[in-house]
């Protein structure tokens, strides 16, 4: 196995693409955990105001917040997925191109893999987002006027 310079480029620039997939991956990643840890930090304020006093409010706003929690975890997963799936696919690439061996199928079949979890865990994100947004629109409160304690119309 006798690797020329320009061998290597050549194998470079066919995991240039991958890697720029495996960059916007983890960008993801990092706004999938940051929300969580937005779920996480309410869900402890919320628990630990139920160990002082018991309110329907807070214990509603848990449940949003477990199902919620249940789709960013999803989403984390299945984004963790596609970046290994496209770190083997890099991996691939440099094995298959040094060693004359054929992965085009492998390669294909896990590039494909890769885009599946990321859609699927675009998906997971805007579901988790849906049900954000609507137990925001929920949980509003009702605006009183000033001095007559009387809703406010519009």
Do not use: W
Not at 129 to 148: D, E, G, L, N, Y
Request: with cysteine.
């Amino acid at each position: 196995m006798n690797i020329q310079l320009g061998d290597i480029g050549h194998i470079i620039q066919l995991a240039i693409a991958p890697v720029f997939l495996l960059n916007g991956v983890c960008t993801a990643l990092m706004v999938l955990i940051n929300r969580l840890a937005r779920i996480i930090d309410r869900s402890r304020v919320l628990e630990d105001r139920l160990d002082i006093a018991y309110n329907d409010n807070y214990l509603t706003e848990l449940d949003v917040l477990y199902r919620r929690s249940h789709y960013i975890n999803m989403a984390i997963t299945l984004s963790t997925l596609c970046g290994l799936f496209v770190g083997i696919v890099i991996a691939l690439l440099f094995v298959g191109d040094t060693t004359d061996v054929t992965l085009d199928k492998y390669i294909a079949g896990l590039f494909a893999a890769a885009v599946a979890s990321l859609i699927a865990s675009f998906g997971a994100l805007l579901r988790e987002i849906f049900i954000a947004s609507s137990a925001m629109r929920a949980m509003r409160h009702v605006r009183r006027a000033p001095k007559t304690n009387e809703p406010v119309t519009k």
